[in-house]
């Protein structure tokens, strides 16, 4: 009787063994965690730092150039010497050249008295807009139009504010480009040895740095060449092409994130303008390209970004779409479940199939609107033979 108890617990033992060594494995699977945060929609590209605004200093007569001591990145004050001109006695007594100098002056005072035009317009477009602003704050404290209606028009004022002081750098620097004209009559206009001796001193429009000098040695130049390029480098604008498509998802005001321009930091900018105009752009593999110039402003202060300079690259991610409290999966977790977009959950070891309604996604996220909560493991990177219900093991 005990032989045949032993008989059947090593019978017993045996299909234990047979059934645990033929039963399936539970298939490895990688996981993730469903989040909930900030979901951050971008346009990724390269750009380039330029100045706003870029003044070439040229010649306003022809003359002999002496040689130009300042260097590149050499600070310059406003109406400061840049260049000295020793006159062309026959070129600079003839009649020809005073009435081409009389000529250049009165189209200066034109270009000037367009530049004042150009100042009141703007300065009456900052009073209209001041006004709408004081109407609408008023309707909103009585309840007749919404508070946020209110934004609108402050940022209306600041645009108006900018244009009003872009139009009286305008006039300032053509009034002084008038002078400069004036002089150089009152000089060509003058006879005798001495005056033929005078140098006439080229001076600085604005204040600012030498970026570029076109004339260093000593030489001869004519009316009009360029010397010099001055410019602010702490007034910096980035430009970035982007394909038509992506570009039509951007307006002004849109906020951006500047990277691995040199600096550890990363740099806040808004989009300050699109441009109406694309053009033909050929990629890399030889792809016609449809692309648009989109003008970004630095918004992060300039002290945290003074080793930029006038074209250096840095890579610029347009956030298109920012969605706070979003219920985020890895996009790798997500595969097409006949029209709709399904996943697999892990749950109690095996894989539930569950279909998601998908918002928008990015390269590494997806913006669940329903079907997932947070904290909910998901398998990635499924298996295309994995099925719902079967079992699996997280890796």
Excluded: C
Aim: glycine fraction near 8%; avoid cysteine.
């Amino acid at each position: 009787m005990k032989k045949r108890w032993l008989l059947a617990l090593a019978a017993l033992a045996l299909v234990t063994l047979l059934v645990w060594a033929l039963w399936p494995a539970a298939r490895l699977v990688e996981t993730a965690v469903v989040t909930q945060g900030r979901f951050e929609r971008a346009v990724q590209e390269d750009g380039r730092t330029r100045l706003r605004e870029r003044y070439l200093v040229s010649a306003p007569l022809g003359g002999r150039l002496t040689r130009i001591t300042l260097r590149q990145g050499d600070a310059v004050a406003k109406n400061a010497v840049v260049a000295l001109l020793w006159p062309n006695t026959p070129a600079m007594l003839d009649e020809r050249s005073t009435a081409e100098q009389l000529a250049r002056a009165n189209a200066m005072a034109s270009n000037l008295a367009r530049a004042q035009a150009g100042v009141g317009r703007a300065s009456a477009a900052l009073s209209q807009a001041r006004a709408n602003l004081t109407r609408s704050e008023t309707l909103a404290e009585q309840g007749f139009v919404s508070p946020n209606q209110n934004e609108t028009g402050r940022l209306d004022v600041r645009l108006r504010e900018q244009e009003l002081e872009s139009a009286r750098q305008e006039e300032a620097a053509t009034r002084h480009e008038l002078e400069q004209v004036r002089v150089a009559l009152r000089q060509v206009s003058t006879a005798g040895p001495a005056a033929q001796q005078r140098p006439f001193e080229v001076r600085s429009p604005v204040a600012g740095r030498v970026l570029k000098i076109t004339h260093s040695s000593e030489t001869v130049v004519p009316a009009g060449a360029t010397l010099m390029e001055l410019g602010d480098p702490s007034r910096l604008e980035v430009v970035v092409d982007l394909l038509t498509e992506d570009a039509a998802q951007i307006s002004p005001g849109t906020p951006v994130q500047l990277a691995n321009w040199g600096g550890a930091a990363v740099l806040e900018g808004r989009v300050r303008l699109v441009e109406p105009a694309a053009f033909t752009k050929v990629s890399a593999l030889g792809v016609e390209e449809q692309r648009v110039n989109a003008v970004v402003d630095i918004t992060t202060a300039p002290t945290q970004w003074q080793s930029l300079g006038d074209g250096f690259k840095v890579d610029v991610r347009v956030l298109v779409q920012v969605v706070e409290q979003a219920i985020q999966v890895p996009v790798s977790a997500l595969f097409p479940v006949g029209g709709r977009a399904g996943l697999f959950v892990l749950e109690q070891g095996h894989a539930r199939l569950r279909e998601v309604e998908i918002s928008a996604r990015n390269g590494m996220q997806a913006w669940i609107r329903t079907g997932l909560t947070p904290g909910t493991t998901v398998i990635v990177y499924p298996d295309a033979k994995l099925k719902d219900g079967e079992a699996v093991r997280p890796r």
